[in-house]
């Protein structure tokens, strides 16, 4: 539905006495604490942004939405307080009818030191799903008639979602817990390996364990999506041919346009789709770079797109950008091993070179990033039925398929 989405002035925890119920930290208030930037366009490309805004249903299939304290002195104290901020305000200013929300995943650190523990997990979704139960601008998403909804009234489809299986061990059972709290999609490993597989860190691929099998299995049973945007090649590998249903790349790039560990080859990227499968593009800091654009910025970004859409067709791309309200290059720096930061970012033999940015230009936010994508297609002359494709309709398409 374009710009002016719901929003009646809710803060997040609202409903309970700040300083008394909990404690009160300095987030960023500022929808982007860096210069903002929007692709710019001519006139008449203004008004079609606008109109396909309202008209195509914009889905990112791995997002961040909350808000980050100005101190990051502060910053695991605040996630161990558990009382993650969703940037309401901000997101009612957004282009997206839809959003997957990873929560905290490895910066859940609540009832431990290292995080991915099942007590952290059911902690931090607990509390953010009974803040947004609070509030009516953003909705709780199981179905995909609740994405229809959203984007005819006005609001955003929040889709629960875990980037990694760490915190189910060996019990299957979690699978179907998780989901009976609202979370649709989860990845089966993320940098780490786990019971299920191996993560794209590791320097042996031991692709998809037995147990992993059965929990493929059982995520097809129960209807929930998976997605191995973190997981090793050869996991990616056998768990698309282990699943009945396509799977996602929920937050990737081309590895054959930079050389790291944290994007995706070629031949898994084909599997994914010849599935049919959807590669959402990556936008964290220091990912979708290229040797034409190894300064991170929304043209190295679509940069990853296109050559995406050129390998596997339209049909199978969308984008899942990564971003957040906050310092996100401040925040890898202070969780590089626990989000395996510096071990995912390396090359098969060597890392590429590269100059750190401090943000993602045009990329660097939830809010800015819905805009500019669109804005990028328009500017590129995309025909509106490839941009409604990218934008949701891919994403519908598999949901529609997975879900329950």
Not at 36 to 59: G, M, N, Q, W
Not at 96 to 105: E, G, K, T
Not at 235 to 263: C, M, V, Y
Request: charged letters at 25%.
């Amino acid at each position: 539905m374009g710009t002016g989405k719901r929003y009646s002035g809710y803060k997040a925890f609202d409903y309970l006495k700040r300083g008394r119920d909990f404690r009160e930290f300095k987030l960023i208030e500022r929808e982007n604490p860096f210069e903002p930037f929007l692709v710019p366009l001519s006139e008449a490309k203004e008004v079609r942004v606008t109109e396909l805004a309202e008209s195509c249903i914009i889905i990112s299939l791995h997002e961040h939405p909350h808000l980050f304290p100005v101190d990051l002195d502060e910053m695991k104290i605040y996630d161990k307080e558990g009382r993650i901020f969703t940037a309401y305000d901000h997101l009612a200013s957004s282009y997206w009818d839809a959003l997957f929300d990873n929560f905290q995943d490895g910066t859940a650190i609540i009832t431990s030191k290292e995080g991915w523990k099942w007590s952290d997990v059911i902690y931090d979704v607990g509390m953010r799903l009974c803040d947004l139960a609070h509030q009516d601008g953003v909705i709780k998403c199981e179905r995909v008639d609740q994405i229809y909804e959203a984007h005819a009234s006005g609001q955003i489809a929040l889709i629960a979602a875990q980037e990694g299986a760490a915190m189910i061990e060996n019990e299957l059972d979690r699978i179907e817990i998780l989901y009976g709290i609202g979370i649709r999609a989860m990845g089966i490993t993320y940098s780490e390996s786990n019971a299920l597989g191996t993560g794209l860190k590791e320097v042996k691929d031991g692709g998809l364990t037995s147990f992993g099998h059965r929990a493929v299995e059982r995520m097809n049973e129960v209807g929930m999506a998976i997605d191995c945007a973190h997981a090793s090649p050869q996991t990616t590998l056998d768990t698309i041919e282990a699943s009945q249903h396509p799977i996602f790349l929920s937050h990737t790039g081309a590895r054959a346009l930079w050389n790291i560990k944290r994007l995706a080859p070629d031949d898994v990227l084909k599997a994914c789709a010849g599935k049919g499968g959807v590669i959402g593009i990556e936008a964290a800091p220091h990912t979708t770079l290229t040797e034409k654009h190894p300064h991170h910025d929304v043209e190295s970004y679509m940069e990853h797109f296109e050559y995406v859409k050129d390998l596997v067709g339209i049909d199978h791309v969308g984008f899942g950008p990564d971003t957040l309200y906050g310092d996100h290059v401040g925040l890898h720096h202070i969780y590089s091993d626990a989000l395996s930061i510096d071990a995912s970012h390396e090359g098969e033999s060597s890392a590429p070179a590269f100059e750190e940015v401090d943000y993602v230009k045009g990329m660097e936010n939830p809010t800015e990033a819905s805009k500019n994508i669109l804005r990028w297609l328009v500017a590129h002359d995309y025909a509106d039925k490839d941009i409604a494709k990218a934008l949701g309709e891919n994403a519908i398409r598999v949901l529609k398929e997975v879900w329950a």
